[in-house]
T-cell receptor
Framework: ETGVTQSPTHLIKTRGQQVTLRCSSQSGHNTVSWYQQALGQGPQFIFQYYREEENGRGNFPPRFSGLQFPNYSSELNVNALELDDSALYLC????????????FGSGTQLSVL | AQTVTQSQPEMSVQEAETVTLSCTYDTSESDYYLFWYKQPPSRQMILVIRQEAYKQQNATENRFSVNFQKAAKSFSLKISDSQLGDAAMYFCAYRSGNAGGTSYGKLTFGQGTILTVHP
């Protein structure tokens, strides 16, 4: 059984650029959520996808968008990058919407210069 | 909105000793879950222990146990017989149990407590 994998592990972008982060869910998991973790802070919920549809969103602007594919892998897209977008982005999957057990990946460290 | 507060930015413990990490939360809901996650330098969040709010009995997982005080909205983590591998950032987190809410599935995390274990 494979765990949650995220790519890339590190990424450097400049302000104004666009970025796509990828997440491969654990086998059999149809629910994926994304979190932003600034340095020294707790993760903040961005949004959640269930069976390819967004199912809950945190307090993030529309330039943060996502996709979930039929194989339940997922992407997080961020447009018009700002310096404050520099953070660790964590993906988590779970076997179902009502299953409270989340499995996290090791994250993508994004630096915006 | 729910909030989670961890008032101890850093804690330290001697190997084999016991340490308690504090967490308080605020919610108007009656059905929810509480969690402690560990984040080592590898950055991966690892579930340590979870508690369902409707259960009065405190959860226990080997050396890890919680003191869940629902009326006081307090949820502390006790680590017994501390080991060097326990050193990490620990996060307390809240999840709504209301399946009809728009925030269902969302974890609300505290600010974290860095735990250092001294040999």
């Amino acid at each position: 059984e494979t765990g949650v994998t995220q790519s890339p592990t590190h990424l450097i972008k400049t302000r104004g650029q666009q970025v796509t982060l990828r997440c491969s869910s654990q086998s059999g998991h149809n629910t994926v959520s994304w979190y932003q973790q600034a340095l020294g802070q707790g993760p903040q919920f961005i949004f959640q996808y269930y069976r390819e549809e967004e199912n809950g969103r945190g307090n993030f602007p529309p330039r943060f968008s996502g996709l979930q594919f039929p194989n339940y892998s997922s992407e997080l897209n961020v447009n018009a990058l700002e310096l404050d977008d520099s953070a660790l982005y964590l993906c988590a999957s779970s076997p179902g919407l009502i299953n409270e057990k989340l499995f996290f990946g090791s994250g993508t460290q994004l630096s915006v210069l | 909105a729910q909030t989670v507060t961890q008032s101890q930015p850093e804690m330290s413990v001697q190997e084999a000793e016991t340490v308690t990490l504090s967490c308080t939360y605020d919610t108007s809901e009656s059905d929810y879950y509480l969690f402690w996650y560990k984040q080592p330098p590898s950055r991966q969040m690892i579930l340590v222990i979870r508690q369902e709010a409707y259960k009065q009995q405190n959860a226990t997982e080997n050396r890890f146990s919680v003191n869940f005080q629902k009326a006081a909205k307090s949820f502390s983590l006790k680590i017994s017989d501390s080991q060097l591998g326990d050193a990490a950032m620990y996060f307390c987190a809240y999840r709504s149990g209301n399946a009809g809410g728009t925030s269902y599935g969302k974890l609300t995390f505290g600010q974290g407590t860095i735990l250092t274990v001294h040999p």
